[in-house]
């Protein structure tokens, strides 16, 4: 049986307490709550009508009208929210215009590895253990830094908003620097085999990696933290590329296979298509499809919800050659894709994700390596070599081991 402990005597204390705070006052406190809790709910509506005044406001002052269009706003609101999730498709097709005024970067010594970039500067990899920041604007040299063990570099990325870039390499280490300084920020040591892959995702400071030794890793850079393994591909992990959200899609070289990762459920898709070949490259249109590039010189376009490839495209550069780097034109049905074949290619997907066509093909003495384009879509870069990068294979001598930048616009935007 429990024994009841008796009540303390608290009538004295409590009519003290009573007799110092009158009425006004507590209704002055109830009050000042109430606006409180006010500000916090009313924050995101706030926000809301500051945004949807901002746009009437574009609106009045693009088609000099005296009255709202609701179903204007109505659709721009619409479209902003497909971009924030990564499903918002531009249809850009024919009317991409690749510009003549392209220049040539030269710094390395040997073949280009990979490529990462930003609004304002490009980043290149090398054999030759070299990382090498660029302007992109002027297309001047602005710094070299080396990892200790000054081997080669294979993997770069770019956080989106210009603070930091990761490098990793046949040291099996990953290291990121300060874009504005480049001076070492912090050494990432997890991997058992050589960084072969990188990916931040956009809007954010999560790093992605990939490596020999077969496993996806997951980096805070804002902590400096490692966060988790993830574990299923048979083989390296060849290339990798994420956008909005918080996944990764990943090819695993021989075991054959597409693998997007969805880092908060904490599940994988497993895709298959490519039968008797390694996958060498992956990039994102959007959040729904991705575009994957093979040694049997074989370009695919996968859905998400498609275990098969929507489009394959065969012999999608010359006889016998390897298509060796990918990079698809965020939020449109646009990509590039690049090989050992002599050529870059162009490609544009029909409305329906069933067919596709070459609608640009520009000549490159060399491997491609990487291919990275800019946020905006305003430019492209590539990476070109006497020899592939995971190997010496093949080195073509009339090849020079430099970056190409081409500048891209809309015809709209040309004729205006």
């Known amino acids: 049986m429990v024994k009841r402990v008796a009540e303390p005597e608290i009538e004295e204390n409590v009519e003290d307490i009573d007799s110092d705070f009158s009425d006004d006052d507590g209704a002055s406190s109830v009050s000042d709550a109430g606006s409180l809790e006010e500000t916090a709910q009313g924050k995101r509506l706030r926000l809301a009508k500051q945004y949807l005044d901002k746009l009437e406001n574009e609106q009045l002052k693009s088609e000099n009208d005296t009255e709202i269009n609701r179903d204007l706003i109505a659709h721009r609101l619409q479209q902003d929210v497909l971009a924030e999730k990564g499903k918002l498709e531009t249809r850009v097709g024919k009317r991409l215009c690749v510009l003549e005024n392209k220049f040539a970067l030269k710094g390395h010594r040997l073949s280009p590895t990979c490529l990462a970039i930003t609004d304002t500067h490009l980043f290149s990899g090398s054999k030759d253990g ?39 390499g046949q040291d099996k280490m990953i290291v990121l620097w300060d874009i504005g300084t480049m001076s070492f920020v912090k050494c990432f040591r997890k991997h058992r085999g050589p960084i072969t ?46 956008f909005l959200q918080e996944r990764v899609v990943t090819v695993g070289g021989h075991d054959k296979t597409l693998r997007l990762w969805k880092i908060q459920e904490e599940s994988q898709l497993v895709f298959n298509g490519h039968k008797n070949t390694v996958l060498d490259c992956v990039s994102m249109l959007n959040e729904e499809h991705f575009v994957t590039g093979s040694q049997d010189n074989v370009v695919a376009v996968w859905h998400i919800k498609k275990k098969k490839p929507a489009i394959t495209q065969l012999e999608a550069h010359a006889k016998g050659s390897w298509v060796s780097a990918v990079a698809g034109l965020k939020n449109t049905e646009c990509f590039i894709s690049g090989s050992n074949g002599g050529n870059v290619k ?15 093909s520009i000549e490159i003495v060399g491997t491609v390596n990487s291919i990275v384009i800019s946020q905006d879509n305003s430019c492209f870069a590539l990476g070109v070599g006497q020899e592939p990068k995971m190997g010496r294979w093949w080195s073509d001598k009339k090849a020079r081991n430099r970056v190409l930048v081409y500048p891209i616009v809309i015809e709209d935007e040309v004729n205006r």
């Open 346 to 360: 162009i490609w544009a997907c029909a409305e329906n994700y069933r067919s596709m066509e070459c609608i640009r």
């Open 197 to 242: 892959a990188l990916t931040f995702q956009r809007n954010s400071h999560l790093l992605m990696s990939g490596s020999v030794d077969r496993s996806v890793n997951l980096w805070n850079c804002d902590d400096k933290l490692y966060i988790e393994s993830l574990y299923g591909h048979q083989d390296m992990v060849t290339d990798m590329d994420s």
């Open 130 to 168: 070299a990382v090498i920041k660029w302007d992109l604007l002027t297309g001047k040299k602005l710094s070299v830094v080396k990892h200790d063990s000054k081997k080669q570099i294979l993997a770069l990325a770019a956080s989106s908003d210009n603070v930091y870039l990761a490098s990793g």
